[in-house]
């Protein structure tokens, strides 16, 4: 069993004051990221590492991004849930400034929904089976294209699909559940080519191919 980060008898854990959260960007940008164990004793702050952590990565980081997610960002979760399924560090990695939570409530709150709405199964990313014997009687008389065109969430162009690969290497979040307290540094990760066009990795059944095969 891993020892506590802390003892968390005397610590705060309401909200942070704006004194905390300057004395813990003053220590991270004099000392670095990292360490997180050693930042309660080292500053003074009543706060276990873990919680100083979290404070920096998900409300403090200079490069964080906020506001509404972009049309190009939505696509790319899409295409990286249907990858990696629920692994939120590893998607949050490829979207620069955004964190695995905020990934993650954000695709519980919006992107599963809308996905579910136009009969695509958010976990699999499957049609439905109502949609699919929909589409398959439309083929029988003649009326797939319309079909298709009824429930399609996204443009099936072909080269902007091609075009969207991702780019080198993840890098996981530091942020979120299940990530290790003092885990001070960040993983690499190999390379992941996102074209859906042409990854090999990319399940047979995914929503996209179903229906671009049916074109």
């Known amino acids: 069993m891993r020892k506590p980060c802390c003892d968390k008898e005397g610590m705060n854990k309401g909200s942070w004051s704006p004194q905390e959260d300057q004395e813990l960007m003053d220590y991270i940008k004099k000392h670095g990221e990292g360490h997180w164990r050693n930042i309660p ?7 276990c590492g873990k919680s100083c952590r979290l404070r920096w990565v998900n409300y403090l980081r200079p490069d964080l991004k906020r506001g509404n997610f972009a049309e190009d960002e939505e696509d790319l979760i899409i295409r990286l849930h249907a990858l990696l399924g629920n692994r939120w560090s590893l998607i949050a990695g490829r979207l620069p400034g955004r964190t695995d939570n905020e990934v993650k409530n954000y695709w519980n709150s919006h992107l599963s929904k809308k996905l579910a709405s136009v009969g695509i199964d958010p976990k699999h990313h499957r049609l439905s089976h109502h949609l699919a014997r929909n589409l398959i009687n439309s083929i029988a008389t003649g009326e797939t294209s319309s079909a298709l065109e009824h429930h399609q969430p996204f443009p099936l162009d072909h080269d902007q699909i091609k075009s969207s690969s991702a ?8 942020a979120g559940d299940g990530i290790n307290d003092d885990d001070d540094s960040s993983s690499l990760l190999p390379d992941l080519n996102v074209d859906m066009a042409s990854d090999s990795s990319l399940p047979s059944g995914t929503a996209t191919e179903d229906k671009m095969s049916l074109l």
């Open 41 to 47: 004793k080292a500053t003074g702050l009543l706060r």
């Open 167 to 174: 780019s080198d290497h993840y890098q996981a979040s530091d």
